[in-house]
């Protein structure tokens, strides 16, 4: 049986999606160069933004069992 994914679930991978990306593109942009402060600031908040997103992509699909 196939149940589609609550807009809750949605949100937390696309959350998950945007915390990837902005690591990606953070350290592609600074390739092989020194970080400064702002740069490791915006990693950081991507970094959160990805382990939010993976924890409660995580707790919704095991609710469903």
């Known amino acids: 049986k196939y149940r589609t ?6 949100e937390s ?3 998950f999606l945007y915390g990837v990306v902005g690591i990606f593109l953070e350290s592609l ?3 092989g160069e020194v970080w400064s ?5 915006r990693v ?3 970094m959160l ?3 939010g997103g993976l924890v409660s992509s995580i707790s919704f699909v095991f609710s469903w069992f």
Not at 5 to 10: F, R, T
């Open 29 to 31: 942009s600074k390739w």
């Open 44 to 46: 950081s908040v991507s």
């Open 49 to 51: 933004l990805f382990g």
């Open 5 to 10: 994914p609550s807009v809750e679930a949605v």
């Open 37 to 41: 402060a702002a740069d490791l600031q």
């Open 13 to 15: 991978f696309v959350i």
